[in-house]
């Protein structure tokens, strides 16, 4: 599932190609999740932005148009409409005649227009947590998140609670670079400011790398991301730890398979 440092990868290259662009023409397969896509028919992008997961494309008649990819979804450009495949869910005709396409295999992806900053009928994003990278971010305030609940400190970062935007890649890679225990339920205030930081820097290399890639995700330009090299716990169950030489392990933590250090993850 792409994650902050795909999705913003995915945002930076769509700004200067949907940047004032008028959408001439749109089109959503006959679901709730995709059929608010023609809503949008007339419009003109005035903002390619984003939050948590979240890409939100700001149009001049107030509204917004919000994108989740889900799982499997990708955008991609077209040469012109109609759509280039049958996993095309949503498609817009743009004026200078390319066609942004939304292209979704598992159609977990999903389409929703609101007015701009009304965010009550997507509860998952009303309720995100601060932008890691923003200066809403903090030691103490993610100190003070994580306090606020008992769960175990892995299941809270994917909650999105206490910040936005980590899925199961990330949150690994922080806890394993600040040497937190994925199951703990109890952060001190240290542990609480080395998360913060180690959040920020996994976050910030991947997104220089360009996203992750395992399988699905694209950027926008059609290629992988390139952070995958530079992991270091995701992904490596049973090879050494680059810190302490353990051998890495996996284990489900609320259901969701988590991969730590046993040896500096204490
Ligand atoms: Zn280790």
Not at 143 to 164: G, I
Not at 224 to 233: K, P, S
């Amino acid at each position: 599932m792409p994650e902050l440092p795909e999705v913003e990868t995915i945002r930076r290259q769509l700004e200067p190609r949907l940047l004032r662009r008028r959408i001439t023409e749109a089109a959503g397969h006959p679901s709730e999740k995709f059929l608010p896509a023609r809503e949008v028919t007339g419009a003109t992008v005035e903002g390619v932005d984003r939050r948590g997961k979240y890409l939100i494309i700001a149009l001049g008649d107030g509204r917004e148009m919000v994108l989740h990819l889900g799982m499997t979804g990708r955008l991609q450009f077209a040469a012109a409409a109609p759509p280039s495949d049958r996993y095309v869910r949503a498609w817009w005709g743009l004026d200078d005649g390319a066609a942004l396409e939304l292209h979704d295999v598992r159609r977990f992806g999903r389409v929703r227009v609101v007015p701009a900053g009304c965010y009550d009928t997507i509860p998952t994003l009303a309720q995100l947590g601060p932008e890691p990278l923003g200066e809403g971010f903090s030691p103490e305030g993610l100190w003070a998140a994580l306090r606020r609940s008992r769960r175990k400190v892995k299941t809270q970062l994917l909650s999105q609670r206490p910040v936005a935007g980590l899925g199961n890649i990330y949150a690994d890679e922080a806890l394993w670079r600040s040497g937190i225990n994925p199951a703990k339920r109890r952060i001190t205030r240290a542990e609480a400011a080395a998360l913060h930081a180690a959040i920020g820097d996994v976050l910030r290399q991947a997104i220089f790398h360009r996203g992750t890639t395992f399988r699905d995700y694209r950027t926008l330009l059609g290629s992988g991301g390139d952070n995958f090299a530079h992991l270091d716990c995701y992904g490596r169950r049973g090879e050494p730890c680059r810190r302490c030489g353990c051998e890495l392990r996996s284990r489900p933590i609320d259901a969701r398979t988590t991969t730590y250090c046993p040896g500096c993850q204490r």
